[in-house]
């Protein structure tokens, strides 16, 4: 059975792995936009597309979420690369997942695309293995 250093150091690789993915899945289509008329999609639109048309359309609040949306796997990815000894890293997995998912519910709707809907996915092992991790944390000090 391998020591708790390198599983810690697995989970923390797995962790940024997952994160990069996420970082994909910003340029791909997070909502659809909706003919009121119609009622049928008329296109789709990316985290930072989503970004640029609020700031265009003056909705500030949904650029700050939308903003908010695209640094929380950016930064993950970076928390997780760098914080090899604390635990700080997987406190962030597991915060910023669960607001992450608050965010993309709140924000998207009922218009969930592709890459929204593949970011609540992936979100979840984020959060597990995050968990994991401090526990892998707790027991490599206890012994």
Do not use: H, W
């Not at 993915?21 to 789709?44: C, H, M, P, R």
């Not at 003056?58 to 990815?77: D, K, N, Q, R, T």
């Not at 965010?103 to 970011?119: D, E, W």
């Not at 979100?123 to 206890?142: D, K, Q």
């Amino acid at each position: 059975m391998s020591t708790p250093n390198k599983t810690s150091n697995r989970l923390r690789i797995a962790v940024c792995i997952l994160y990069a993915i996420q970082i994909f899945f910003l340029t791909e289509t997070y909502s659809y936009v909706i003919d009121a008329k119609n009622v049928k999609s008329i296109g789709g639109l990316s985290c930072f597309s989503l970004i640029y048309k609020s700031i265009d359309i003056g909705e500030i609040g949904l650029a700050v979420y939308s903003i908010i949306m695209a640094i929380i796997p950016i930064a993950g990815f970076f928390v997780f690369a760098f914080d090899k000894n604390r635990n700080i890293k997987n406190i962030y997995g597991f915060l910023s997942s669960v607001l992450a998912v608050f965010l993309i519910l709140a924000t998207i709707g009922g218009y969930i695309g592709f890459g929204s809907t593949m970011a609540l996915i992936l979100y979840i092992p984020i959060v597990f293995l995050s968990v994991m991790g401090m526990f892998a944390r707790m027991t490599a000090t206890n012994s």
